[in-house]
């Protein structure tokens, strides 16, 4: 059955989306049958695979959550062959106050993916940029979590604050619940702030860190633009082949496990 | 009495904190008596201005929204003559939850600011990345809302969802909130992706826009580092010089008004 990564970084802005799109466009690449889940109302990841509005608006993420749809009804396909996509909308923020007293609240999206687990390779969720009852119904639904860490003195300070929400769900919501791995992104050469956060993580988390590092890349920024993944966009670039390392380095890791 | 300015995007990492420290700073440094209330659970404005988490503990913006303490109480002074700054701690991400069911929830912050607005010519409200019930609150205490948009595909998308909210709580909850602005952050020259994007803005929000534009600048980033915004640790640079304009195109906004 799929294993389930959770993207997860209550950091803003710091490459979650821009990962969840082009990890999982790597391992399908490599031949796995992979499903992305957009757990953000933001819906850039659902944007990313050019999933128009209409599309998305009767299966969703957040109908998925509500039950108004089941899983295989909610996940569509995408131009790339083995990767389908679940994309959101922006209801999927009201979910947070409507679920707020429901029974087990924290594990609606575990429940509801069980469907489909034997479908799928892997299973990858883009995460919104907090800590609220998406994050945490997330990595309830996971067996792992991928941190991307920008190369940013704030992004840095939240790392700490990240892993002992993770904790806490590994002691009580989820027991299973592993940290993949940390993956250094928007990492600029010319500038020594970058050197010096990639410094701290690798001093702090040793291993945790993947060797993969994510270099700042205009042509990443641009593919979202075309509704397609870099690796489709432009897989020549640096940006791209640096995901296509990361995929190699999380299939290597899974053989060792 | 202070005129209030909440810094608003449900978008990650878009300057919005980056904005918030550095164009109280420059009012401050224009004489202005300035107060900025950090009401992101990160508290990355607190650590912009060196505040230590053992300084926050007690007297903080959560503890106001609580009640625990009164705004007078929880003003820091920084290192910056007539810039105070009332910071957050993480306990603040439980307050969503905490105040679900209490009575006008969504105006515990003006309320609590109501005993220090005569103390103060500008007030500046940080907010999270969401659209949840911190940032209504801001934007319920405010006058009006200045929008950091960055320069990027993803940035463009939310904005439409942002003004929708906007016009939500005009409708309703606070019908005295305006749009002050919208500033482009991170714009970098050599990306047509930049160009694109502001010039997309400018044909939508017209004269809403901002003349300055905040050009990518690493000294940006590096300053929070050191505990100081970017106009103290690098006046000269394009970065701060770029927020000392965006201070004097404020100051000659109100003048009209
Ligand atoms: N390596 C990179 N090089 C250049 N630009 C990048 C890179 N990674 C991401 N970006 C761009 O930076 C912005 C932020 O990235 P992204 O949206 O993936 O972050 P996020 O963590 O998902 O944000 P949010 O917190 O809002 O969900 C996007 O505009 C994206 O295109
Ligand atoms: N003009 C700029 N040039 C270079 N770096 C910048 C610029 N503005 C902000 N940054 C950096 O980009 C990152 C994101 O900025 P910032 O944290 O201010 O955004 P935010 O919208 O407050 O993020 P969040 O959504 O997490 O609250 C920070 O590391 C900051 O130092
Ligand atoms: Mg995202
Ligand atoms: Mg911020």
Redesign the interface.
């Known amino acids: 059955t799929a294993r389930i990564i959770v993207i997860a970084n209550?950091?803003?802005?710091?490459g979650k989306?821009t990962t969840s799109v082009n990890l999982a466009t790597a391992m399908a690449a490599c031949g796995r049958r992979v499903l992305l889940v957009d757990f953000d109302p933001?819906?850039?990841a659902s944007?990313g695979f050019g999933i128009d509005l209409d599309a998305r608006r009767e299966t969703n993420s957040y109908r998925l959550l509500t039950g108004e749809v089941d899983a295989s009804a909610a996940c569509h396909k995408t131009d790339i062959s083995g990767l389908d996509i679940l994309p959101a909308i922006?209801d999927l923020?009201a979910a947070?106050?409507e679920l707020?007293d429901v029974d087990a609240r924290e594990f609606r999206l575990q429940t509801a993916l069980q469907m489909v687990v034997h479908q799928y390779d892997y299973i990858f969720i883009d995460c919104?940029?907090?800590?609220?009852l998406l994050t945490v119904n997330a990595l309830c639904a996971a067996d792992c979590v991928i941190v991307p860490l920008?190369c940013?003195?704030?992004a840095l300070?939240?790392l700490s604050?990240l892993m002992r929400t993770i904790e806490m769900v590994q002691q009580g919501l989820n027991r299973n619940l592993v940290v993949q791995g940390i993956v250094l992104t928007m990492f600029?050469s010319?500038?020594k702030?970058s050197e010096?956060v990639a410094n701290d993580v690798r001093s702090h988390f040793g291993n945790l860190v993947y060797h993969t590092v994510i270099p700042r890349n205009?042509r990443i920024?641009?593919a979202?633009?075309f509704g397609q993944p870099v690796l489709i966009y432009d897989l020549k670039c640096a940006g791209a082949q640096a995901y296509v390392a990361l995929a190699a380095e999380l299939l290597s890791q899974e053989k060792e496990a």
């Open positions: 209550q950091k803003g802005g710091v989306t933001q819906g850039n944007t922006v923020s947070e106050i707020a919104p940029p907090s800590l609220g920008q940013e003195f704030y300070e939240g604050q600029d010319r500038n702030l010096m205009v920024s641009e979202p633009s």
